[in-house]
């Protein structure tokens, strides 16, 4: 188990993040903190729907699959 401790930075709470776990500089997170207290970081991710980026369609289910395996692929 990989253990953290809370400091205090300025007028926040922050926690260092174990190089194990590869997160990359300048990732943005969106946090969401639970009745119990346990805290989730899920990695924000760029809105496709206002993106400049143009739209290529999938010509069918293996192409999404395909696709969905390559990003996995890189994290």
């Known amino acids: ?4 401790t809370t400091r ?4 926040s709470v922050g926690v260092s993040i174990p190089s194990e ?10 946090f969401h903190q639970s009745p119990d207290g346990s805290i989730t970081m899920v ?3 760029k809105n496709p729907y206002t993106s400049d980026d143009p739209f290529v369609p999938a010509d069918d289910n293996d192409s999404f699959e395909r696709a969905s395996m390559e990003e996995q692929a890189h994290d």
């Open 8 to 11: 205090k930075i300025g007028n």
């Open 43 to 45: 990695p924000k991710v």
């Open 21 to 30: 776990f590869k997160v990359p500089v300048g990732q943005q997170y969106i």
């Open 1 to 4: 188990m990989i253990t953290g």
